[in-house]
């Protein structure tokens, strides 16, 4: 059974960082893909950005510059570092690990970026 479980959201003022970490039970993580989502109210799950189990990284548009996806395959955790955050980052953050034709899903964590 794999568990997912994000830390480290909060309240950020425009222009300042976070930094997201997932932590993931199990040993599959060195063979699966990561990815990084969010959701904000009334709006569909989103994309931000994958890692690929080689450290391949992709990165939706609107993050490209200033969010950074990484992972350590010995500590079975993957992060986004967030910088120049934007009022419309503003989300819950969810991770996925992906493996084959199975799909996971943490918790999720907010993020709230507001002066």
Request: hydrophobic residues 35%.
């Amino acid at each position: 059974q794999v568990q997912l479980v994000e830390s480290g959201g909060g309240l950020v003022q425009p222009g300042g960082s976070l930094r997201l970490s997932c932590a993931a039970s199990g040993s599959i993580f060195s063979i699966s893909t990561m990815g990084w989502y969010r959701q904000a109210p009334a709006t569909q799950r989103e994309l931000v950005a994958t890692i690929s189990p080689s450290g391949s990284a992709n990165y939706a548009d609107s993050v490209k510059g200033r969010f950074t996806i990484s992972r350590d395959n010995a500590k079975n955790t993957v992060y986004l570092q967030m910088n120049s955050l934007k009022p419309e980052d503003t989300a819950v953050y969810y991770c996925q690990m992906s493996v084959g034709y199975n799909v996971y899903w943490g918790q999720g964590t907010q993020v709230t970026v507001s002066s």
